[in-house]
């Protein structure tokens, strides 16, 4: 296999991982399962879920405050495994270009090197979301780590599948840049409502509590950081701090998806070819999305359309990457 193949046999393999990851990570928050390993990077002291009568004594004498749950321990240990697969793969990448580069074969990819740090920071939050009792702060920055890795991961991919320089039609990347940063500002609000366990805080829509405007306490809902040693298992604001968190997502929802509409209908009016299949693409994730958000409100947050949701979101800013991609002009084997 050749040089390029093998880097992208080992770029889809790291994105598809990074995917799971984020869907994984999704299911066990969504769960009640973040504590189900109540220390790291083991289980209970193990690599394993412990397993027996024996072992799973020791383990509740070791952790009397976190007695063994063994689905809950398996959900846990099993997105770590992807994780650190993934974190595997990134090595392998960044040993692959500096082994080149020292071979003089070609140029260094900083972005290798980038993700490289990226992945072991987020091994870092992933081990205070754990020791830090599901701290809202710690937990949000580990999903947009994870959402982070997986765009970079993703512009990488397809660079080294569509090398060809494109043809810019006029079209101005940096509005689909604005979008992606939205888009990143929305799933850290769902990712704060999620920690805060906001999300059933209404449970009607349009309306909140039959209310346009109900009561609401922005600043108890965005005070960031709070004391150490609070367990946030469950949640700790009062229901007008999370009536204010909710709201707050479902406002930014209601502007992502104007913003959107707009950028789409630009790119299908002036893009080239790729740019208007790109943004078809994007309006698909978003109609989606959109539904799926209205669906956990009425539904009442079944776990599968919650875990959906935050699938569907990493799709949604993946899109816009490849939205962005196809609005360059410049020659794609020089940027990745």
């Known amino acids: 296999m050749t040089s390029s193949k093998t880097d992208l046999f080992l770029l889809v393999l790291a994105t598809a991982i990074a995917y799971v990851v984020i869907v994984l990570g999704a299911y ?94 987020q091994g870092a939050l992933g081990m205070w979301t754990v020791t830090l009792l599901l701290k809202p702060l710690i937990v949000d920055a580990h999903l947009l780590g994870g959402m982070t890795i997986l765009s970079l991961l993703y512009w990488q991919l397809i660079s080294v599948a569509e090398p060809r320089a494109k043809q810019n039609q006029g079209f101005p990347a940096h509005w689909v840049l604005f979008a992606i940063l939205l888009v990143f500002f929305q799933i850290a609000l769902g990712g704060w409502t999620s920690a805060n366990y906001s999300a059933l805080v209404c449970t009607d829509f349009p309306k909140c509590q039959g209310e346009w405007w109900p009561e609401m306490n922005f600043r ?48 299908l009016g002036r893009g080239s070819k790729a740019v208007k299949i790109s943004a078809l693409l994007v309006a698909v994730v978003l109609i989606v999305q959109l539904s799926l958000g209205i669906a956990n409100v009425l539904l009442l947050l079944p776990l599968p359309v919650a875990v959906a949701h935050n699938g569907v979101a990493a799709l949604l800013l993946i899109s816009l990457v490849n939205l962005l991609y196809f609005s360059q002009s410049t020659d794609r084997q020089a940027i990745y």
């Not at 390993?37 to 024996?54: A, N, S, T």
């Not at 952790?63 to 099993?78: G, L, N, Q, S, Y």
């Not at 009062?238 to 209908?265: E, K, N, P, Q």
């Open 28 to 121: 066990v928050r969504l769960s009640d399962a973040g504590l189900g390993c109540p220390d790291w990077p083991g289980c209970y002291g193990k690599l394993i879920v412990p397993e027996g009568p024996l072992a799973i004594e020791k383990a509740n004498q070791a952790f009397p405050d976190r007695p063994v749950e063994h689905a809950a321990a398996w959900k846990e240990m099993v997105h770590r495994y992807a994780a650190s697969t993934l974190g595997f793969i990134i090595l392998l990448l960044a040993l692959k270009n500096w082994l080149a580069v020292l071979r003089g074969e070609r140029h260094f990819l900083p972005s290798r090197t980038i993700l490289l740090f990226l992945v072991l920071f």
């Open 220 to 267: 108890e809902a965005f005070t960031l950081w709070r004391g150490l040693g609070v367990d946030y298992e469950g949640g700790v604001l009062d229901g007008a701090a999370r009536t204010a968190i909710h709201v707050s997502h479902r406002v930014g929802a209601l502007i992502t998806f104007f913003v959107l509409s707009g950028l789409i209908l630009f790119a």
